[in-house]
T-cell receptor
Framework: KAGVTQTPRYLIKTRGQQVTLSCSPI?????VSWYQQTPGQGLQFLFE???????NKGNFPGRFSGRQFSNSRSEMNVSTLELGDSALYLC????????????FGPGTRLTVL | AQRVTQPEKLLSVFKGAPVELKCNYS??????LFWYVQYSRQRLQLLLR??SRESIKGFTADLNKGETSFHLKKPFAQEEDSAMYYC????????????FGAGTRLAVHP
């Protein structure tokens, strides 16, 4: 099976812009979670989608949003980018949840100038 | 508040030496605990979880509820064990919301 894929792998944006990141889960997986990884804060949970519904949400401002499509692919959007949004954004997929192993993608490296 | 603490940023050992990566947690309830590993230039991947009680690549971890710890151990380190190790637990809302520790880099020297 192909693993979790994320596009693009690298992005450079300027402050105030918005960005959309994409995640394609492993075939058959219905849950997609997003994490932000920074040197200062480490790995932090953003949100999780299951069957096109947000099931869990982390402690991030409303500028961070996401959605999931009927084929389980997910996107996350960050509006009005700030310098502090520079990070590696990881997505992970799992079959359903409730104890299923999460499989991580390679991440999208976002740099905000 | 739910929190995972990994007190060591770097653990440096020689090949064949025992390894113990420490993890302490704070959680009001019964957590599900995990160890994730990231080898150089590879993705973050699950190493083991406490409910499985498995030994993966020679690593084991025991949940100690009294000390709220979930330390990762291996009796004889190998050079290929060099990686970043993250302890994590499930936060409120279910298994797919992971709370990670800051991570410990394990360096195994020949």
């Amino acid at each position: 099976k192909a693993g979790v894929t994320q596009t693009p792998r690298y992005l450079i944006k300027t402050r105030g812009q918005q960005v959309t990141l994409s995640c394609s889960p492993i075939s058959g997986h219905r849950s997609v979670s997003w994490y932000q990884q920074t040197p200062g804060q480490g790995l932090q949970f953003l949100f999780e989608y299951f069957s096109e519904t947000q099931r869990n949400k982390g402690n991030f401002p409303g500028r961070f949003s996401g959605r999931q499509f009927s084929n389980s692919r997910s996107e996350m959007n960050v509006s009005t980018l700030e310098l502090g949004d520079s990070a590696l954004y990881l997505c992970a997929s799992s079959l359903v949840g409730g104890g299923d192993t999460q499989y991580f993608g390679p991440g999208t490296r976002l740099t905000v100038l | 508040a739910q929190r995972v603490t990994q007190p060591e940023k770097l653990l440096s050992v020689f090949k064949g030496a025992p390894v113990e990566l420490k993890c302490n947690y704070s959680y009001s309830g019964s957590p599900e605990l995990f160890w994730y590993v990231q080898y150089s230039r590879q993705r973050l991947q699950l190493l083991l979880r406490h409910i499985s009680r498995e030994s993966i690549k020679g690593f084991t971890a025991d949940l100690n509820k009294g000390e709220t710890s979930f330390h990762l151990k291996k009796p004889f380190a190998q050079e290929e064990d060099s990686a970043m190790y993250y302890c994590a637990l499930t936060g409120p809302g279910g298994y797919n919301k992971l709370i990670f520790g800051a991570g410990t880099r394990l360096a195994v020297h020949p």
